[in-house]
């Protein structure tokens, strides 16, 4: 009978020995023959702001608890970065009524990293639900108690303020010294999620070689800290023959008011994109340089999306699968 878990709720990690193999807790140092780390990311800093200025965040629970308590007693509210949580955030505050501008030195939302397509439909649908877009500005200064300062000179006063600009790795200082590699605070693993002799590291910790990419990559979504966990707990239990590599395709889920995009790809960029347009909805493959499909996301096109998967794996090329889609499309067999 294997033994159970002991959660040790409350207590952070604050010394690790590997030559020791130890872990030090509440000043109690904990023996373990295999080590995995988990520890994921926190908020970026936000430094432009005043310390005594009320800047809201979003990672923990209690987060979002205060603010939705904040939003209650809103009429106005900012938010600071057109990533996904920004855009979300937005989203939901202007569904329940808050008068909400959304502001990013970006061009449009999530323009560089997904493309003018993606761009246009998030700022539409954000349009839609009176979000106001604020493009290319940057925040130079919050002052207390909400004052948002834009480097366009001018300055916004809401009653909520939200900062969506980021995470980084929550444990850095953790491993320095531990003779883990670390890449930006991230702990660099090999496929099988093995970063030293008896030590793994997966999730938003881990910078890890997937074997389908060929190359480290690291990953900032909830299924694959899942699926990574158990893969790394699999490989911490097997013997050294029978560990399976990590080659799934990130991705996530986004859902932007009542729109909801879904994402697969090796995530460390593109340099192509093309559009299928699909009923009600689109597809949008990405490549690399050598025609590569290195990622797709879908909205309304879930037939694309699952094949996705098996394409991207597969290193199929932008070409093929655009063949592919045609072939399928009953409007393209009319005009051929
Ligand atoms: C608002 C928000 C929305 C998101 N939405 C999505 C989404 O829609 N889809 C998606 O795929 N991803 C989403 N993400 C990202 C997703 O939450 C993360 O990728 C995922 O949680 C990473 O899991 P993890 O287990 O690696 O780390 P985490 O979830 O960050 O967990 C790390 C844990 O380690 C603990 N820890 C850290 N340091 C120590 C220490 N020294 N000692 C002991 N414990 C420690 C932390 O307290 C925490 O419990 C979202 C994130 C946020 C903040």
């Known amino acids: 009978m294997p033994p159970g878990v002991e959660v040790r709720l409350g207590s952070a990690v604050t010394h690790i020995d590997l030559e020791a193999r130890t872990a030090t807790v509440a000043g109690e140092a904990l023996a373990f023959d295999k080590l995995v780390l988990a520890t994921g990311s926190r908020n970026s800093a936000f430094p432009v702001a005043d310390d005594d200025a009320e800047v809201h965040q979003l990672r923990s629970l209690d987060d979002a608890r205060l603010l939705d308590a904040a939003a209650r007693r809103s009429r106005s509210a900012v938010v600071i970065g057109s990533g996904f949580i920004g855009c979300e955030a937005a989203a939901s505050l202007a569904l329940r009524g808050v008068e909400t501008t959304l502001v990013t030195p970006e061009d449009g939302p999530q323009q560089a990293r997904l ?25 130079t200064g919050v002052e207390a108690p909400r004052t948002v300062h834009l480097d366009d000179g001018t300055t916004l006063a809401p009653d909520l303020v939200l900062a969506a600009v980021g995470v980084e790795a929550a444990a850095g200082e953790l491993f320095e010294g531990t003779g883990l590699q670390l ?56 013997g050294e023959g029978e560990r399976r590599a990590w080659s799934d395709v990130p991705g996530f889920f986004s859902t932007i008011g009542e729109h909801t995009i879904k994402y697969l ?44 998967e098996a394409l991207i794996s597969a290193g199929a090329t932008l070409t093929e699968v655009l063949a592919g889609a045609r072939a399928e499309d009953p409007a393209h067999e009319e005009d051929a």
Do not use: C
């Open 265 to 308: 790809a090796w995530g460390d960029g593109h340099e192509k994109e093309e559009v299928v347009d699909r009923t009600g909805g689109f597809t949008i493959w990405y490549a690399d340089a050598s025609d590569v499909v290195v990622g797709v996301l879908t909205y309304n096109a879930d037939d694309d999306y699952e094949r996705g």
């Open 183 to 238: 890449h930006e605070g991230r702990v660099v693993a090999d496929e099988y999620l093995a970063a030293a002799p008896d030590v793994w590291v997966v999730g938003d910790a881990s910078r890890a070689l997937n074997a389908g990419a060929g190359r480290p990559i690291p990953v900032e979504h909830w299924g694959d800290a899942l699926s990574m966990g158990e893969l790394a707990g699999a490989n911490a239990a097997a």
């Open 115 to 139: 493309g003018h397509h993606l761009s246009d439909q998030i700022a539409s649908w954000l349009g839609d639900l009176g979000v106001e877009l604020r493009t290319g500005v940057n925040v």
